[in-house]
Each structure stands twice: as C-alpha cells, then as structure tokens.
C-alpha cells in the first residue's frame, strides 16, 4: 500500500485562539481565511502529543456553513500527524449528543464536532470547533489551555497530501496506513436511545389516533434524526416534523428552541388546534424546549420532572438514580426532587464537564441548565432528543391504560401535579445579547463590589437578605476550583437573582439576569411567571444599574 507523504506547510500564529470547554468561536469568515482552522487543529495534536497517535477519533457536525469544507481540512491534519482512523457521520453530520455516543460505542481517542450550538450560521455568522475526549466529554481545561499556547508558537502544518474524502456515501476510505470511515450519523446514537428508553412504550402513544405532536428541528442537525426516530421508529406521522431539512444557514434562522426565536412552534402550540406536545431542538441538536397544549415548560421545571419520574418510566434508571445535578443559575426545583428520593443534588458551574465528572464518578444520572440543556448518564454532553423521549415516556407512561378517544394526561396536567406536590419555583432570565464588553464587565465588578459589601438581614424591598456572593465552585471529584461563576442575591425565603456574562457567542457579550421565587401555595402557583416575579425584578434591575451600564431598556429575549 502507497505510503501516504506529509507536507509540513510553514504558518504563523493567529491571534484571538483562546479555547474553553465550548471549543473555539469565531465568525465564519474568519474561520474559513487562510489558515485560521488549520492553525487551530494542529495546535490540538501538538497538545494532545504522542496520545493520539495510532487512535481512532471521530468527527461531525451540525450542518452549518463551512462544515463541509473543514471536514476536509481536518482529515488531511488528522492524517499528518498519524491519527490511524477517522469515523466521520455522512455528510459531515453527528448531533453534538451523537458525536459523544460514537466516541463511546466506538471506544475511540476523541472527536472534533463542528459546531457553534444555537448561534446562527451562514458566511455572515457563527462557526465553531470543539474537541471531546475519550468518554465523549468536552476537553478539561489542562487540554484547552494547552491548546490555546500551542496557537501561540504554531509554525508548521503537518498536512497530508491525500485527496478530498467523499463523505456522501457510507463506506471505507484508505490512503496508505490511514482510514476514513463514512458512518450513518442516527445508526450508533438511535441504538443508545433504545437502550435507555422503552420505544414500544413511546409508539403505543404516538401511534394514537387522538395525540398529537410537533417536532421542530429548526432547520438544523436534528433534521437528520427526526424522521428515522419518530416516524420511522416510534410510528409518529411524517407530519409530525417540521423544518427538518438541515441547512447551511438554518434557513436564516436563529436556531435556538426558546420562546423568542422557536416562535414558529410557540405559535402552534399556542393556537386553538395547538398539538398535544410539542418539542424544538437546536443548532447542534444538545439542547430543548419542551411544549404543551398552550403551555410552557421551563428547563428547570423539565429536568425536574423528568427526574421525579425516571425510575418509573425509563427503563435505563429501573435501578434508581445515583445523584441529580444542575447548573447554579437553574431554579432548584430539581433539589426539592432529589430531597424527596434521597439521592445527592449537586450545584455546579454553567459548563457540562462539571457534570461529566460527577458521572464518570457514578454520582450523577439526571442534570441540566436553564439555558434548555438537560442530559444523563448515558453520553457525557447534554441530550435535546433525550429530553424529548423522556417526556413521552412520562406522557406515554401515564397515558398507557387511557382508552382512544378518553381524556389524556398532558404536558400540563404532568406540570401542575409536579407543583402541587413539590411547590413552584417561578423563574425567567433576561438576555441582553450583542452588549459592549467593557460596561458589561464594568457592571459585574460593581455587582461584585455591592455583594462583598451587603450584609445578611440586609433589605431589598420586602425581601431580606441571607447572602449575596460571586459563586464559586470546588469540584468533589478532581478539586479543582472554578471562581467567579455569577454573582448571586440570595434572600431567606429561597428567591434570588443572578448575574452572569456569557461567553457562548462569537462577539460582544451577553448579560444574563436569572430571577427565582419559590412558591409552596397551590393557590398561587398558576400565576404567570412575569407577574409573580415582577417586584423581585425590578429590584435586581434596580441593584445591578443595568440600563445605565448597558444603555438597555429592554431584554433581547426573555425565558
């Protein structure tokens, strides 16, 4: 067999490559100019050293422009710098969970997924890499900072002159010692999903001629699951799913399931026909939004709900659940759940690999974040299809004895039983994306500078303090310590606010203020949640001078 040559194509570094555990943002542009990704891939392999030599790794995406083309650019890398094996999902598909479950099933080293989650796509807009290790778990900070100084030093590509791979068909690709495999993206994660979930339960519901539902992919990676999961599998009408073509540019959408820009599906489901459920997922197919017939579901209301009753309808936590998690900006409606089945509830940083830690350890089964990711166990990113099929296993469960043509239990009944039995925590958060940088960090520092200062009995209208600090963070399980995770209001009835800055898009900055208050009268836990909230509100606008910092009136989106 021909011996593959390696071309060592000299480079300068590039400026602005900082990598945390969400890869590397940028603008498309700039991703696609010169030699702005190769730089960036070599300086993985240049981190990773002689580790991933002689391994198998895999690599996908959500579909966006300019995946097809770094596709490419990466086997050539991959090649250079003596990766034995490529598994790669055709087309350059894998949904960010269905990256995660190849890397597992396929034991390989690790994986690339391209993918800027649910910021928008096209030549205009978001492009992003990120790299997953060997249990599918985004890469610790020892790899991402080792990543980030080797983008510093860069003078060499070590680039493979093999022809571009067609990754249109399934099938093996060889140059010399090196292969490239083309897999179905749906084949390994769907046989996952059957593991963990009872689909004979699920079609028993969706083949229903009196329940109905919508899927929306919204135009992105989770097009190419959609129909093979519940049309072809679960016996759901192909009517069932909607925008479920993947596009380059998510057919210049914003492609983030959320109140605001899911709207064509919030308008369904809030009509006079609206479905019995409805579902949206995003760029990268991680995170959720779950719907019922005009109701809503918040992400920590959802990951509480189906950790309440998990053990009950599916089959992967018949055993019980070792522990629950959830980011610390999420409402603590999960730790009342896990109060009541007597398993750990654990309070992290935004970030998915604090969970992957807690699950590597066997301490942690269900988790999830407000910002609509929820997962488990069984792969080591968040899971937006996971969260789908949990909800209509619970939906499925409870509805299992109902004649056709009977009065279902739905989204909201499921809703409001949950409450009545655990109390509601009422929760929003403001966005005020695409900020200046500097008035925003200017703000957080005051914020920070009014929390080191308040002091416990202090009031805040007719709330009184118990603390307010900046979060931080010491991990049970490696010890390590991450500060300065959001600054926090806590008063002695449980309600809080939050602010934090997100790094998640690829310019400017997002501020994002988290408003929470528990409520155990079932009385009042119909209330809308802008109204129960509004006094606590205004008092965390009026406390952290945010209009005047920003020169926001208003938020960009409101959850």
């Known amino acids: 067999m021909a011996t593959v040559t390696i071309k060592e194509i000299p480079t300068t570094p590039i400026e602005g490559q900082k990598t945390g555990t969400s890869g590397l943002r940028k603008k498309a542009a700039v991703f696609s100019e010169g030699n702005y990704l190769a730089n960036w891939v070599q300086s993985l392999f240049s981190a990773l050293g002689d580790e991933s030599r002689g391994e198998a790794m895999v690599l996908g995406g959500d579909g966006r422009w300019f995946n097809k083309e770094a596709s490419q650019i990466i086997l050539k890398l991959a090649c250079g710098n003596g990766v034995k094996k490529m598994y790669v999902g055709r087309d ?62 860069v003078s060499t590509l070590k680039m493979a002159d093999i022809p571009d791979v067609d990754l249109s068909v399934c099938g093996v690709t060889k140059f010399g ?32 001629s009196d329940f109905k539902m919508q899927f929306d992919a919204m ?178 469960y409870r509805n299992k004895d109902v004649p056709v043509g009977g009065k279902l239990v739905g989204v909201k009944e499921i809703t409001e039983e949950h409450w009545a039995k655990y109390g509601r925590n009422f929760f929003s958060r403001y966005d005020y994306e695409g900020c200046e940088s500097d008035p925003c960090n200017a703000m957080v520092e005051a914020l920070r500078a009014k929390a080191a200062s308040a002091k416990k009995g202090d009031k805040y209208g007719d709330y009184e303090l118990d603390y307010a600090d900046d979060f931080e963070y010491t991990d049970p399980i490696d010890g390590s310590v991450a500060k300065k995770q959001g600054v926090r209001f806590v008063f002695t009835d449980g309600s809080r606010f939050i602010f934090r800055l997100s790094g998640t898009g690829s310019s400017g900055a997002t501020v994002r203020m988290y408003i929470e208050q528990y409520e155990a009268d079932k009385s009042k836990q119909g209330v809308d949640a802008q109204v129960a909230l509004a006094p606590l509100i205004k008092i965390a606008l009026d406390t952290s001078d945010l209009e005047k910092f920003t020169g926001r009136n208003a938020p960009t989106v409101i959850t």
């Open 177 to 208: 010692d090196f292969e490239v495999e083309v897999i179905d993206p749906v084949e390994d994660y769907l046989k996952l999903l059957k593991e963990v979930f009872d689909f004979d339960l699920i079609k028993s519901l969706l083949s229903r």
């Open 219 to 396: 135009h992105a990676i989770t097009g190419a699951y959609a129909k093979p999961i519940f049309v072809d599998q679960l016996g759901a009408p192909p009517s069932s799913c909607v925008n479920d073509e993947p596009k380059e540019d998510f057919a210049g959408g914003h492609p983030d399931p959320n109140l605001t820009y899911a709207e064509e599906l919030v308008k369904v489901m809030f009509s006079a026909s609206a479905p019995d459920f409805g579902a949206a997922s995003d760029g990268d197919g991680d995170r959720n939004m779950i719907l019922g017939n005009n109701f809503f579901v918040t992400p920590s209301d959802s990951v509480a709900i189906i950790a309440a009753n998990a053990v009950e309808c599916i089959p992967y936590f018949k055993s019980g659940l070792k522990g629950l998690a959830r980011s610390m900006p999420t409402a603590a409606a999960l730790d009342r759940v896990a109060a009541g089945l007597g398993v750990e509830c654990f309070e992290t940083p935004t970030g998915w690999k604090f969970f992957g830690n807690l699950m590597d350890a066997g301490r942690c089964s269900v988790c999830g974040e407000e910002s609509f990711g929820t997962g488990a166990d069984h792969v080591r990113e968040k899971d937006g299809m996971w969260a789908v099929l949990a909800w209509l296993s619970i939906l499925a």
């Open 92 to 153: 350059g598909y894998l949904c960010t969970p269905a990256a995660s479950a190849v890397i597992r099933a396929r034991k390989a080293f690790g994986g690339f997924i391209m993918s800027a989650s649910h910021n928008p796509g096209g030549p205009n807009e978001d492009w992003g890499i990120k790299f997953n290790y060997s249990s599918g778990e985004p890469a610790p900070e020892k790899i991402t900072d080792a990543i980030y100084g080797f983008t510093q030093t």
